[in-house]
T-cell receptor
């Protein structure tokens, strides 16, 4: 079953922060975050493997709450280059490296 | 590192013809590759898992006779859309999973192939 992402879309001014959530109805082994620009392939941002793990990539960070079966992606002091669609991909214990992607969150950062 | 290429990047074909799409891992070996399709403004939907040297595993609802997958080597997987129809028009993306210890646990995506069937 597809994880649920929220919000579906968000518009930010440059320098503002945003949080994207990803929730699953299944117990998760890992959560992967990707960003996709229009007409391009998704680009890997980060993977979270352990409950409670937090990671950062530039000013983009993420956390993984294993018990709640959810992950959040934090965009801090957003830059114009952060615009795109963010997808979480979840892997459950029976999946064997298969990822199920959420519906995506469209982010537009304006000057 | 971890570069995946796809060829062609863009193809237009007539209804009824077959189209082959190649996916290559350029700087690492991938025992497993995945094929996705993505409709405009929608998420990536997994079509099949391709394992080197064995038959692909298809997701429910994906016709294996229509979408032929061959994973001939540790760096190449191909997807052939047979007897393509306009409803097969989509953005097809592959990803490659590295061998453990190299780029483990992470799928790296190719740039995608946009297929338009007239």
């Amino acid at each position: 079953q597809q994880p649920v992402q929220s919000p579906q879309a968000v518009i930010l001014r440059e320098g503002e922060d945003a949080v994207i959530n990803c929730s699953s109805s299944k117990a998760l082994y890992s959560v992967h975050w990707y960003r996709q620009k229009h007409g391009e392939a998704p680009v890997f941002l980060m993977i979270l493997l352990k409950g409670g793990e937090q990671k950062g990539h530039d000013k983009i960070s993420a956390s993984f709450n294993e018990k709640k079966q959810q992950s959040s992606l934090y965009l801090t002091a957003s830059q114009l280059s952060y615009s795109g669609t963010y997808f979480c991909g979840t892997e459950n214990w029976a999946a064997g490296n298969k990822l199920t992607f959420g519906g995506g969150t469209r982010v537009l950062v304006k000057p | 590192g971890a570069v995946v290429s796809q060829h062609p990047s863009w193809v237009i074909c007539k209804s009824g013809t077959s189209v082959k799409i190649e996916c290559r891992s350029l700087d690492f070996q991938a025992t497993t590759m995945f094929w996705y399709r993505q409709f405009p403004k929608q998420s990536l939907m997994l079509m099949a898992t391709s394992n080197e040297g064995s038959k692909a595993t298809y997701e429910q609802g994906v016709e294996k006779d229509k979408f032929l997958i061959n994973h001939a080597s540790l760096t190449l997987s191909t997807l052939t859309v047979t007897s393509a129809h306009p409803e097969d028009s989509s953005f097809y993306i592959c990803s490659a999973l590295g061998l453990a210890g190299v780029v483990t646990d992470t799928q790296y995506f190719g740039p995608g192939t946009r297929l338009t069937v007239l």
